[in-house]
Protein backbone atom coordinates (compact mmCIF):
# COMPACT_ATOMS: atom_id res chain seq x y z
CA UNK A 1 0.00 0.00 0.00
CA UNK A 2 1.50 3.12 -1.11
CA UNK A 3 1.31 6.05 1.68
CA UNK A 4 -0.12 9.23 0.25
CA UNK A 5 1.02 11.21 2.89
CA UNK A 6 4.41 11.40 1.90
CA UNK A 7 5.17 13.96 -0.48
CA UNK A 8 7.37 11.92 -2.66
CA UNK A 9 4.47 9.02 -3.29
CA UNK A 10 2.20 11.22 -4.17
CA UNK A 11 1.53 11.75 -7.73
CA UNK A 12 2.64 15.04 -9.52
CA UNK A 13 0.16 17.05 -10.73
CA UNK A 14 -0.25 18.95 -13.78
CA UNK A 15 -2.71 21.77 -14.32
CA UNK A 16 -3.62 22.82 -18.51
CA UNK A 17 -5.35 25.73 -19.12
CA UNK A 18 -7.73 25.62 -22.34
CA UNK A 19 -7.07 28.73 -24.84
CA UNK A 20 -10.19 30.34 -24.14
CA UNK A 21 -9.73 30.71 -20.41
CA UNK A 22 -5.98 31.33 -20.63
CA UNK A 23 -6.19 35.06 -20.26
CA UNK A 24 -9.28 34.48 -17.32
CA UNK A 25 -11.33 37.44 -15.88
CA UNK A 26 -11.01 40.03 -13.98
CA UNK A 27 -12.83 40.57 -10.60
CA UNK A 28 -12.62 43.68 -8.48
CA UNK A 29 -15.73 41.99 -5.66
CA UNK A 30 -15.75 38.62 -4.78
CA UNK A 31 -19.18 37.55 -2.29
CA UNK A 32 -19.74 33.49 -1.26
CA UNK A 33 -22.34 31.47 0.30
CA UNK A 34 -22.81 27.61 1.21
CA UNK A 35 -24.65 24.97 1.42
CA UNK A 36 -24.17 21.79 3.75
CA UNK A 37 -22.55 20.37 0.04
CA UNK A 38 -20.87 23.22 -1.16
CA UNK A 39 -19.06 26.69 -0.82
CA UNK A 40 -20.25 28.99 -3.64
CA UNK A 41 -17.74 31.94 -4.66
CA UNK A 42 -19.00 34.58 -6.95
CA UNK A 43 -16.30 36.93 -8.89
CA UNK A 44 -17.85 40.09 -10.58
CA UNK A 45 -16.80 43.55 -11.21
CA UNK A 46 -18.14 46.76 -9.83
CA UNK A 47 -19.79 48.79 -12.47
CA UNK A 48 -20.56 52.73 -12.86
CA UNK A 49 -23.20 54.54 -13.91
CA UNK A 50 -25.97 53.12 -11.52
CA UNK A 51 -28.15 54.53 -9.58
CA UNK A 52 -26.83 56.69 -6.61
CA UNK A 53 -27.11 55.13 -3.98
CA UNK A 54 -26.55 51.28 -5.22
CA UNK A 55 -23.60 49.46 -7.14
CA UNK A 56 -24.12 46.91 -9.59
CA UNK A 57 -22.07 44.08 -9.75
CA UNK A 58 -22.14 41.58 -12.81
CA UNK A 59 -20.60 37.86 -11.42
CA UNK A 60 -17.87 36.92 -14.40
CA UNK A 61 -17.03 33.90 -12.69
CA UNK A 62 -19.08 31.26 -10.17
CA UNK A 63 -17.13 28.93 -8.64
CA UNK A 64 -18.37 25.77 -6.47
CA UNK A 65 -16.34 24.11 -4.65
CA UNK A 66 -16.71 20.98 -1.88
CA UNK A 67 -15.97 21.94 1.49
CA UNK A 68 -13.21 19.97 1.47
CA UNK A 69 -11.44 21.83 -0.77
CA UNK A 70 -12.11 25.42 1.23
CA UNK A 71 -9.50 25.42 3.55
CA UNK A 72 -7.13 24.47 0.96
CA UNK A 73 -8.14 27.46 -1.16
CA UNK A 74 -7.91 29.33 2.19
CA UNK A 75 -4.28 27.73 2.21
CA UNK A 76 -3.24 28.55 -1.53
CA UNK A 77 -4.68 32.19 -1.12
CA UNK A 78 -2.40 32.65 2.66
CA UNK A 79 0.99 31.61 0.87
CA UNK A 80 -0.04 33.68 -2.44
CA UNK A 81 -0.36 37.27 -0.34
CA UNK A 82 2.92 36.25 1.80
CA UNK A 83 4.55 36.19 -1.38
CA UNK A 84 3.46 39.21 -2.60
CA UNK A 85 3.63 40.87 0.39
CA UNK A 86 7.32 40.05 0.51
CA UNK A 87 7.89 40.99 -3.01
CA UNK A 88 6.10 43.91 -3.21
CA UNK A 89 4.91 45.17 0.44
CA UNK A 90 2.18 44.50 2.49
CA UNK A 91 -1.65 45.31 1.37
CA UNK A 92 -3.37 46.84 3.33
CA UNK A 93 -7.04 45.25 3.21
Not at 12 to 17: A, Y
Not at 74 to 86: K, P, S
Amino acid sequence: MTDTNNPENRPRIVVSVDDDKRFGDYANFVTGSFTPQDFTLDFGQFMTGSAPDEVKVDVVTRVKMSPQLAPRLVQTLQALIEGYNQAHGEEEA
